[in-house]
């Protein structure tokens, strides 16, 4: 034995797994030409942030679009910022929105998958077992280092004003003889590994990110440490194991890494792995008085993916938006096919822009109404009951005590070719369909200014004169443009604007003074289908109420 591998052995006595056994344990995956492992690796610090969202929807659909798996891996060597349920948090995050999981971590303690453990507290050994390769090939080598002395080389390498850092004539336990190392390790002195880095920082390393294009960066010269002094991996280290051993060939993970990447690389290489691809995603920004930001947790509501669950935002919608800000093609692709899966759209890594792109509410909830409004009236109620269950019990109670009447609410002006678009989230319905269930209906009789009370109620008189439940619609409509003239309004908007110094108004004022007195809105659906399903009884004492107040008021 060497010194390096006696080293090794004082270092880890216990470790009798090699890397030759782990390449064994996780051989390179029986996958077709082209495809494509990637991973999402959150840590589970308590919520799913909706970049976290849009990241693991890159990997899914590049994993998906080549015909290849997506896994889940659990980061949780730091601890300190763990949080308990933060790995339920997370699968429910993606679940939630159908970003489902081929492989990993799919529950609380449960995992699918023959690369396994996938929750890095569990990987222990293989850790060691890479880092004890490393020390017994001089790679890797303890550092006694205390807080303090680090601080005091900080200082001094301020004071001379040099980069800060372990690397070179600074990195102290660099060259320590063996019985030096021997004597501190076996009298229990705490230490770190870390990386015998073999760069001086005089070259550069360029690399090709999949999003970003070609990036020219120094090589790594820092002896960054690999194993904690409790023996867990920091984070780079964990990185280049996992993903050599996961098998994963696309490292698509947020840009905040890219700084890091020389130092991958030379990690991936010190462990004779070769160097995945790398992607970085850009963060998704938000527009604060003309300035661009980070979505933040602490500010915005938006930044965890419960808020749109919350509001009752479907998922489909959340996707679609995703997919609008994740390929510029997608809306084109949109437009030419209306109705297509989403999972038809041919997705496409390159095409990722590699500026942030903005979060916009405002276009969330617009992409949300066209993808509800081309839901079949099922789905939407199916989709509203399942929303209440969780948010609003007396809605979700009225709609499974009378479910065909909810669905036939939503029945009204869907499926045609141009259908309306007027709810964007689950928590709308309540609002949409208040009217049709006296339990929770208030009036508002409130009209557009130009038309008074009076006139109100001296429509409502007459209409309640004609009305008759079973008319069909044009019988229907008919019978109001007939009251019109009595009234002084004119039957119709072209004759109105021909002169309108001779009507007090026209059909339109008087079918919004009857919709409203039915449904205290002055917009709805089409209202003879409303009268319909409300029933004559309902209607009736509608309208009587209304004359009565606009005759009072
Ligand atoms: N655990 C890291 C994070 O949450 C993952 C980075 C990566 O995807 O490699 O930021």
């Not at 890397?19 to 799913?48: H, K, M, N, W, Y």
């Not at 004003?161 to 705490?190: H, T």
């Not at 010190?270 to 933040?296: Q, T, W």
């Amino acid at each position: 034995m060497n010194e390096f591998e006696m080293l090794a052995e004082l270092i880890f006595p216990d470790i009798t797994l090699t890397p030759e056994q782990c390449e064994i344990d996780f051989p390179p995956r029986d996958l077709p030409e082209g495809a494509r492992v990637t991973r999402f690796a959150p840590s589970p610090t308590g919520f799913l942030h909706i970049g976290g969202l849009f990241t693991a929807l890159v990997n899914k659909l590049t994993a998906k679009s080549t015909g290849g798996t997506f896994l889940l891996r659990i980061e949780d060597t730091d601890k300190k910022r763990e949080i308990e349920d933060g790995v339920s948090e997370i699968i429910k995050g993606l679940t939630d929105f159908g970003v489902e999981i081929d492989e990993g971590v799919i529950g609380f303690n449960k995992e699918s998958g023959a690369y396994g453990p996938y929750q890095q507290s569990h990987r222990k050994t293989i850790y060691q077992a890479i880092a004890k390769r490393l020390v017994q090939e001089g790679s890797a080598y303890p550092c006694f280092c205390s807080e303090d002395d680090l601080n005091e080389l900080r200082a001094r390498q301020e004071e001379q004003n040099v980069n800060k850092g372990y690397y070179g004539e600074w990195a102290k336990c660099r060259d320590l003889s063996f019985e030096e190392q021997k004597r501190r390790i076996e009298a229990g002195e705490p230490f770190v590994l870390r990386l015998r880095a073999r760069g001086d920082g005089s070259h550069r390393i360029t690399f090709d990110d999949m999003i970003k294009g070609k990036i020219e960066m120094p090589e790594n010269n820092m002896d960054v440490v690999l194993l904690k002094t409790d023996g867990i991996p920091t984070y780079h280290f964990a990185h280049a194991v996992d993903d050599h051993f996961m098998r994963t060939t696309h490292v698509i993970r947020s840009d905040e890494w890219i700084a890091s990447v020389p130092l991958h690389i030379a990690l991936f290489k010190a462990c004779g792995f070769r160097v995945p691809k790398y992607a970085h995603v850009s963060p998704i920004m938000k527009e604060e008085d003309g300035n661009k930001r980070k979505l933040s947790k602490r500010k915005d509501p938006e930044a965890a993916v419960s808020f749109f669950t919350e509001q009752g935002f479907p998922k489909e919608s959340v996707i679609e938006y995703l997919l609008t800000l994740i390929n510029s093609n997608f809306e084109d692709w949109r437009k030419a096919n209306p109705r297509a899966p989403q999972a038809d759209f041919p997705f496409n890594l390159k095409k990722m822009s590699p500026s942030g792109a903005l979060f916009d509410l405002v276009k969330l909830t617009d992409v949300s109404k066209n993808v509800i409004s081309l839901m079949t009236a099922d789905e939407v109620c199916e989709n509203a009951v399942r929303w209440a269950e969780s948010y609003d019990p007396e809605l979700y109670k009225l709609f499974t005590e009378n479910r065909e009447y909810a669905t036939a609410i939503f029945s009204i002006d869907r499926g045609t070719a141009k259908p309306r678009k007027d709810i964007a989230k689950w928590s709308e319905v309540r609002g949409y369909v208040e009217y049709f269930f006296d339990e929770i209906y208030k009036n508002n009789y409130v009209l557009p200014e130009k038309i008074s009370n009076k006139d109100a109620a001296a429509i409502l008189e007459e209409y309640i004169k004609v009305f008759n439940f079973e008319d069909d619609k044009d019988t229907w409509f008919a019978k109001m443009k007939e009251i019109c003239p009595l009234l002084g309004y004119a039957a119709n908007v072209k004759e109105y604007k021909n002169d309108p110094d001779k009507f007090k108004g026209h059909i339109g004022d008087l079918s919004t003074v009857v919709r409203v007195a039915i449904t205290s809105r002055v917009n709805t659906p089409d209202l003879h289908s409303i009268i319909r399903l409300l029933g004559e009884e309902k209607v009736e004492a509608r309208l009587n109420d209304a004359l009565e107040y606009y005759r009072n008021n």
